[in-house]
């Protein structure tokens, strides 16, 4: 079942009506119109875990994602309904594990298991750091750089990396082969009528990593990747999410990509990726 949807309603990656998850046209990936991008998916997985946390008893500790690592097993279908669960694998005090898991509905495409995540969750506390915790700071200004476009397109098509992220390069540009630097920004919220949490800015922006700063010609070698594992220090601030991305490829057919994660205030992580090298048939 396809759904028509208005354009203010898809003003944004997904809509949630308490039942079921449906990606708009916004959460389109490059490769396949009827497929997400990873960004979309990973920043919902997120908040499945954060909105796990914000049902917690009272008197438990307040969470904060400290590692994810998101599972790509299937594409991600556009203007399909899914469903979307949130558990916690290893409960704790002080450090606990969440598994979240986007399935489409029974019924719809046979009702499989599209994307997961696993994600290490750390108690926030006050802790008096000596010496004084110093921070990298960031390689620009936020939002510093230049607008720079991919050529990579489904026709007319609506997608996530033209319509609803903006991306600043410093160094580099989208089509260029070769490390980047680059802002990013989320334009439509992850769900209509949510302002999107740091967490779900980060998980959106990092999967652009393997994209900007692939080393490869793409129209001789694709390089996908199935997976995306992401680890923070603090809560990420702003609107601005900055990656410092290069590839790394090995003669068997496997590589990985990986990003230094800034925002305004400095340094505050790291994400890889794995990638699958094939020759484009």
């Known amino acids: 079942m396809?759904?028509?949807?208005?354009?203010e309603a898809t003003a944004a990656l997904f809509l949630d009506d308490g039942d079921t998850v449906t990606a708009t046209e916004h959460s389109r990936g490059p490769w396949d119109p009827r497929a997400c991008?990873?960004?979309?998916?990973?920043?919902?997985l997120i908040r499945a875990v954060e909105r796990l946390g914000a049902a917690g008893a009272a008197d438990g500790p307040t969470w904060?994602?400290?590692?994810?690592t998101i599972e790509l097993v299937r594409p991600v279908p556009v203007l399909v309904p899914m469903r979307i669960t949130a558990e916690v694998e290893r409960p704790g005090r002080n450090v606990s594990l969440v598994a979240s898991v986007l399935r489409t509905v029974d019924g719809v495409a046979g009702g499989a298991e599209v994307a997961r995540a696993r994600t290490l969750r750390i108690r926030q506390a006050e802790i008096e750091l000596e010496p004084p915790h110093v921070r990298e700071p960031s390689f620009s200004a936020a939002g510093a750089g230049s607008p720079s476009r991919s050529s990579w397109a489904v026709g007319d098509d609506v997608t996530f990396h033209h319509d609803a992220v903006e991306l600043r390069f410093v160094d580099g540009a989208f089509d260029e082969r070769g490390p980047a630097r680059l802002w990013c920004r989320l334009e439509v919220p992850v769900v209509a009528g949510e302002e999107p949490t740091g967490a779900q800015r980060a998980m959106a922006a990092c999967d652009f990593g393997n994209g900007v700063a692939g080393e490869l010609d793409a129209e001789v070698v694709t390089f996908l990747n199935p997976d995306l594992t992401v680890h923070l220090?603090?809560?990420?601030?702003?609107?601005?999410?900055?990656?410092?991305a290069r590839s790394h490829y090995g003669p068997l057919g496997m590589g990985f990509a990986e990003s230094a994660v800034y925002d305004e205030a400095?340094?505050?992580?790291?994400?890889?990726?794995s990638l699958l090298l094939a020759p484009r048939s």
């Not at 400095?266 to 990726?273: E, H, I, M, S, Y």
């Open 2 to 7: 396809l759904l028509a949807m208005t354009a």
């Open 37 to 44: 991008h990873g960004g979309p998916v990973s920043a919902m």
């Open 64 to 68: 904060q994602i400290a590692r994810t």
């Open 233 to 244: 220090s603090r809560v990420p601030v702003g609107e601005w999410i900055g990656l410092d």
């Open 266 to 273: 400095g340094r505050l992580g790291r994400a890889v990726q």
